[in-house]
């Protein structure tokens, strides 16, 4: 059974700060093809950041990134690479060793390898917010390697 506690506050500020630099320099990177906003979602948001003292596990962020691209001038691969490509390049100068490509988001945490634990990570999903109250992200189908926008369940 997890125990969930509340996280340093100071702390959970600071890597918010850290994090938005990140999503900044993101932004500038791929401003030549397309732009995007950005949002925290989950628990961050209510000023609740909790992690499972009984695991090596920190707290974690989560933030939508919603790509304006109403041409439709790049399909989902292209625009989740491009954000992924800007990431990896960004994401290590402040200390974040570890980025994953996952199935609905792509994840960077901040690790402390000395301790075996990860400090806090950040899940940033690639969405489209439907003007009939839906939303769509882009999926990786890891079985065949291809990206999609899907609807997201309610």
């Known amino acids: ?4 506690c509340y996280g340093n506050e100071k702390e959970a500020k600071d890597s918010k700060h850290e994090i938005i630099d990140i999503i900044h320099e993101v932004q500038d990177i791929v401003r030549d093809d397309f732009t995007m906003q950005y949002y925290f ?11 499972d003292a009984d695991s090596n596990i920190g707290y974690d962020f989560d933030v939508n990134f919603e790509v304006n691209d109403q041409n439709e001038e ?3 691969e292209e625009i989740r690479t491009k954000i992924f490509d800007a990431l990896q390049s960004v ?13 609905s988001v792509i994840t960077i945490k901040m690790v402390d390898y000395l301790n075996s634990r990860i400090c806090h ?11 009939d109250g839906q939303q769509q ?8 390697y291809q990206y999609q926008w899907v609807y997201r369940g309610k």
Do not use: H, W
């Not at 979602?41 to 209510?46: D, E, Y």
């Open 1 to 4: 059974m997890a125990d969930f």
């Open 41 to 51: 979602v989950g628990s961050c948001t209510r000023n609740m950041i909790t992690y």
């Open 74 to 76: 790049y399909t989902a």
């Open 91 to 103: 994401a290590p100068q402040y200390g974040y060793q570890k980025i994953e490509n996952s199935t």
């Open 121 to 131: 990570s950040c899940d940033f999903a690639v969405v489209y917010d439907c003007e």
């Open 137 to 144: 992200y882009i999926r990786l189908n890891k079985a065949t």
